[in-house]
């Protein structure tokens, strides 16, 4: 196959055209050319640019490589001659195909390295310029700064309005923002369009934006034109709870505050009346009829309430004073609603004075002083898992009283069985006499006294002892007994109690009608015994009026043929009839085998209470202290026991507290 030819051009200039025709050049005699063309022709090395590269490569390689510089600027226009002359416009072979690549420098293995590392810097150098563009925190402007900072300022000055906690129970709560006072009308009458479930109270709270405070009950009063006693506001707390009580006849509203200074308010009540009685009832400037002149009294649950009654749909004005709250409503049933509440939340908050409990640990510890604040018990029982020493115990009483008192405004029941003997919870202190060697009055009272002193300085008020059951060799209780005649024992009992109230020291008799003739353990076992035993000495020992009673956990046939004598309505009345009326009944522990084999948790706190004991003893010995308590707490607000009967006790321990701060 022939070579192609690679010079052929399709758009030829004149001059090859003519030398393709035959024809002469531009000045050139055609006759003159032919034997050059012909020679040209005849010259196959220049046919072809490989040829042509071939002749010129080697000519390269015999130059000297300092003179391939030069070299290179003449390639840059190539013109291939004949041996005769040629003009040079006559044949151009195309500058692309006549250059010659250049050839590639050869490094040294140093200018490598020096090359290599200058492009990993070179790289480096890129990528931190963009990190710094593209994925640093670029910092706010400058000039933004200030009003960061004054931002910053105005909202530490203006903190989120904060709600007092409601002094009721409430569903829900419904807030309300208005920026100057005229829009409290709207406020209200958004309200009322609210949709709201009947018979539940839903608080109220009017948020003044522009002020960043809630709406005082002096700006409600004054906005609202009514008429209020001079004086009056000043005696109540300025935190206060408003809610609206939706009734079948409407929606009725709702005011609960407290009541700071008692001094002259029933005066400026009597004379507000008298006021209203007089002139009338107005509201927003404008006279409310009544349906009555004057105020009346009715009551319910015990509490008393003075109405005003503006028309038969349950509208009218109707307040209330007690247990340091003063209510107002505008109807019957949103008073009884309120009355319901505080009672309730009263009741939830008081219920733990009808128990002393034990606990764990040796101090006031973060998971104690939550359970604490949960229940509120009224008293507690030290055992020997809390005791260690002098400083310690004194420490943990002190501790335990101060946070009562911060909860409850009451002091403890800190109770222990100091009995003497082997019945001492407090090992380092010195009296520690068993009541088996106690022979006379006269020792049974420095006993009393001695033993008195030394708990009282610990801070214990409150010792469950003498144990005054009539125990014969063999029964369970007998090492820990007088050992000695009923006529003794109470004889004895009455100068040991004497000494210990000479100390200070309350007095728990126990354990009443007595576990007499009993050999096994009565905690472990249900025992039940035909007959009541003796109980003379406990009617010689109340003489001196001990203040507490523990009861047994024993069924008595004679009394009551199914249940224990601590859940016998019976047993109780039993004792009242035939000790007294008014002392305090305690019951044994309720943590014991010999009954949570027999009853549930539910009926060992619920039943004692309905049989008419006071006061409730938990231990946690066998089961948490908690289980108990919220064994009872479900009783109550299930009100599966008379509210009646639990405010009653209630009362009483508390007016006994009381009467000992005095």
Known sequence: MKEENKDYNPFPSRGARDEREGGGGVGVPPEGRAPEKLEFLKREEIRTMEKDIRR?????????????????TEKKKVRVMPPTEIPPTEVKIPPKETILPKPPKRFSPREKILVRIGAILIFLLLLTVFIRLFLEKKPPPPEKEPEVIEKTVEEVEKPEITLPPSLIPVKALITAEISKLEEISQAFNQINEEELSEGDLFQIAIKNITENELVSLETLAQFFQVEIPEGFLQKLDKNYTLAVFPQKEGKRMVLVTKVKEKEGLSDLLKNWEGKIQKDGLFLSGQKISTLSPYFRTTFYQNTGFRYLTVSKEDSGVCYAWFNDYFVLTTSFQSMKKVIEEIKEKELEEKVGQLFIVGFEGKSLTPQLEEFFKKYKPGGVLLLSKNIED????????????????????????????????????????????????????????QIGFERGKELKELGINLNLAPLLDFAQ??????????????????????????????????????????????????????????????????????????????????????????????????????????????????????????????????????????????????????????????????????????????????????????????
């Open 56 to 72: 010129l490569r080697e000519i390269e390689v015999e130059k000297e490589r300092e003179r391939i510089s030069a070299l290179e």
């Open 473 to 662: 060799e063999g029964d369970f209780l007998f090492e820990r007994s007088f050992q000695k005649s009923v006529e003794t024992i109470g004889e004895l009992s009455k100068s040991l109690i004497s000494g210990q109230k000479e100390a200070g020291i309350l007095t728990c008799i126990k354990h009443f009608p007595g576990y007499q003739g009993i050999f096994s353990n009565p905690e472990e076992t249900l025992v039940t015994l035909e007959k009541i035993p003796e109980i003379s000495q406990f009617q010689t020992a109340m003489e001196v009026n001990p203040e507490l009673v523990m009861v047994s956990n024993v069924i008595y046939k004679e009394i009551d043929t199914s249940l224990p004598f601590t859940f016998s309505q019976t047993g109780i009345q039993f004792l009242k009839n035939n000790l007294s009326q008014d002392v305090l009944i305690v019951s044994d522990d309720l943590d014991q085998n010999s009954l949570l084999n027999k009853f549930s948790l539910k009926e060992i706190t619920k039943k004692p209470t309905e049989a008419g004991v006071d006061i409730l003893i938990f231990s946690g010995y066998r089961l948490p202290v908690e289980q108990g308590l919220d064994a009872f707490w479900e009783v109550v607000k299930n009100k599966e026991i008379s509210v009646e009967n639990l405010n009653e006790k209630i009362t009483k321990i508390i007016q006994f507290k009381e009467n000992l701060l005095k």
């Open 390 to 445: 002098e400083n310690q115990l004194k420490n943990l009483i002190s501790d335990l009283q101060n946070l009562s008192l911060e909860e409850t405004g009451l002091p403890l029941f800190v109770a222990v069985d100091q009995e003497g003997g082997g019945i001492s919870r407090i090992s380092f202190l010195s009296e520690k006499t068993p009541q088996s060697e106690i022979e006379t009055g006269e020792a049974a009272f």
